[in-house]
């Protein structure tokens, strides 16, 4: 019968995440690896993951926004570096700089802003200035970067900012496109150090690109998808990277040939998944339907009440991985874990 309660769950396994983090880092070789964990780090949870990767030896933190860099500077303490990239408000401004949370700037008027915050605390903001190399998402226009870096550089001078990172993203959809956005933020860089100091950290590249792509890897590789075990869609399987996470629902009810599992589309798994296959004591089962609060699977000999079905995981019971389970619908492997709601609880089992 059942131990725990009649409710899915989502096993962190923390040998397997510092496992992949030290496969990770040994490939990125000199480029430091900075730990991204937006979106609650990628559902796992923030707490855990920044512990976990403290024990793995990481030193660099990348959260979205600042709120989740205070939260990470709490946990990790004084020592690591802390790295921002929402644009803030004056309020979160004014906590990343006393929190000595490094601050990611993509627009002049937000390098004003923050420069001007500085001056009324009476610190010195650390700011990375990121160059639009092609996403349009945020950063610099390369028409306006020279006068950017005047203003950054000035307003070093003055004892407000010290600009110690250039950055950008880009999309690691094709290589031609990467390497014309790496070309010009090699520009961008060099026309940084023409006007003073290079900044220590130079940073372009996530997940795929840092593995793939070392040619293309600054001083700092910005790493979330990878660290966590969940491979590219469409990408081929990482030496030494494992799914961190498994995603475990027990069986509530046998009905005919079929068991009923406890989790389903409110729990974040989405019904269009249906035709999946999941990992029972047996191996794997299809699943007919996802309803709202349970999914049909495929029986099998002595099925009983309580007995474990792996939802997605790293394939012990014969289940799919995140990311195959994301390429069905045409995702992502990190939207099947950030899409886990608050109902799933999150347990720690190594
Ligand atoms: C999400 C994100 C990353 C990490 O991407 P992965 O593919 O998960 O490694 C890096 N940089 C920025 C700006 C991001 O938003």
């Given at each position: 019968m059942m131990e725990g309660p009649m409710r899915p769950e989502l096993r962190l396994d923390s040998a397997v995440f510092r496992a992949n983090i030290a496969a990770v880092r040994d490939r990125l070789g000199d480029s430091t690896l900075m730990l991204v964990l937006k979106d609650d780090a990628y559902g796992h949870g923030l707490r855990w993951a920044v512990e976990t990767a403290l024990e793995a030896g990481v030193t660099s933190f990348g959260s979205y926004d600042v709120r989740g860099g205070v939260e990470v500077r709490r946990i990790a303490g004084g020592e690591v570096t802390v790295f921002a990239w929402a644009t803030s408000t004056d309020e979160e401004i004014d906590e990343a700089l006393l929190q000595d949370i490094e601050l990611g700037v993509g627009t002049v008027e937000y390098l004003r802003r923050i420069a001007a915050r500085a001056e009324v605390l009476g610190v010195r903001a650390r700011i990375h200035l990121k160059i639009d190399t092609g996403l349009h998402r945020n950063g610099?226009?390369?028409?306006?970067?020279?006068?950017?870096?005047?203003?950054?550089?000035?307003?070093e001078r003055s004892g407000a900012l010290a600009l110690v990172g250039v950055w950008s993203h880009i999309a690691e959809a094709s290589d031609a496109e990467d390497d014309e956005a790496q070309a010009v933020f090699l520009d961008a860089v060099r026309q940084?150090?023409?006007?003073?100091?290079?900044?220590?950290?130079?940073?372009?590249t996530a997940s795929a690109a840092s593995w793939w792509r070392p040619e293309l890897r600054g001083t700092v590789s910005r790493i979330g998808a990878f660290c966590y075990g969940i491979r590219s869609a469409d990408g081929p399987d990482l030496d030494g990277v494992r799914p961190a996470a498994r995603l475990v629902a027990p069986v509530v009810r046998v009905e005919g040939e079929s068991a009923i599992v406890a989790v389903g589309s409110l729990d974040g798994v989405p019904s269009t998944l249906a035709g999946m296959t999941v990992g029972t004591p047996v191996g794997s089962r299809a699943v007919s339907t996802i309803?709202?609060?349970?999914?049909?699977?495929?029986?099998?000999?002595?099925?009983?009440?309580?007995?474990?079905?792996?939802?997605?995981?790293?394939?012990a019971q014969g289940e799919e991985t995140a990311t195959t389970l994301a390429e069905r619908i045409d995702t992502v492997g990190e939207e099947i874990l950030t899409r886990l709601g608050p109902r799933i609880r999150r347990r720690v089992v190594d």
């Amino acid at each position: 019968m059942m131990e725990g309660p009649m409710r899915p769950e989502l096993r962190l396994d923390s040998a397997v995440f510092r496992a992949n983090i030290a496969a990770v880092r040994d490939r990125l070789g000199d480029s430091t690896l900075m730990l991204v964990l937006k979106d609650d780090a990628y559902g796992h949870g923030l707490r855990w993951a920044v512990e976990t990767a403290l024990e793995a030896g990481v030193t660099s933190f990348g959260s979205y926004d600042v709120r989740g860099g205070v939260e990470v500077r709490r946990i990790a303490g004084g020592e690591v570096t802390v790295f921002a990239w929402a644009t803030s408000t004056d309020e979160e401004i004014d906590e990343a700089l006393l929190q000595d949370i490094e601050l990611g700037v993509g627009t002049v008027e937000y390098l004003r802003r923050i420069a001007a915050r500085a001056e009324v605390l009476g610190v010195r903001a650390r700011i990375h200035l990121k160059i639009d190399t092609g996403l349009h998402r945020n950063g610099v226009r390369p028409e306006d970067w020279a006068a950017a870096v005047a203003e950054a550089r000035e307003a070093e001078r003055s004892g407000a900012l010290a600009l110690v990172g250039v950055w950008s993203h880009i999309a690691e959809a094709s290589d031609a496109e990467d390497d014309e956005a790496q070309a010009v933020f090699l520009d961008a860089v060099r026309q940084v150090g023409l006007t003073g100091p290079q900044p220590a950290s130079v940073h372009l590249t996530a997940s795929a690109a840092s593995w793939w792509r070392p040619e293309l890897r600054g001083t700092v590789s910005r790493i979330g998808a990878f660290c966590y075990g969940i491979r590219s869609a469409d990408g081929p399987d990482l030496d030494g990277v494992r799914p961190a996470a498994r995603l475990v629902a027990p069986v509530v009810r046998v009905e005919g040939e079929s068991a009923i599992v406890a989790v389903g589309s409110l729990d974040g798994v989405p019904s269009t998944l249906a035709g999946m296959t999941v990992g029972t004591p047996v191996g794997s089962r299809a699943v007919s339907t996802i309803d709202v609060a349970t999914m049909t699977v495929e029986g099998w000999p002595e099925m009983a009440v309580g007995d474990e079905v792996t939802v997605f995981g790293p394939g012990a019971q014969g289940e799919e991985t995140a990311t195959t389970l994301a390429e069905r619908i045409d995702t992502v492997g990190e939207e099947i874990l950030t899409r886990l709601g608050p109902r799933i609880r999150r347990r720690v089992v190594d």
